[in-house]
């Protein structure tokens, strides 16, 4: 669980580098809710 959350924030800084990716993380969190 640890090292899934250390996952979602090393993609969340990602995304904030680049907004490009932003999309990319929707659909990521879109998946993981389902």
């Not at 969340?12 to 993380?25: R, S």
């Given at each position: 669980?640890?090292?899934?959350?250390?996952?979602?924030?090393?993609?969340?800084?990602?995304?904030?580098?680049?907004?490009?990716?932003?999309?990319?993380?929707?659909?990521v969190?879109?998946?993981?809710?389902?």
């Amino acid at each position: 669980m640890i090292l899934f959350l250390s996952f979602f924030e090393n993609i969340y800084a990602f995304a904030d580098k680049a907004d490009k990716n932003y999309t990319v993380l929707e659909r990521v969190l879109t998946m993981v809710q389902m």
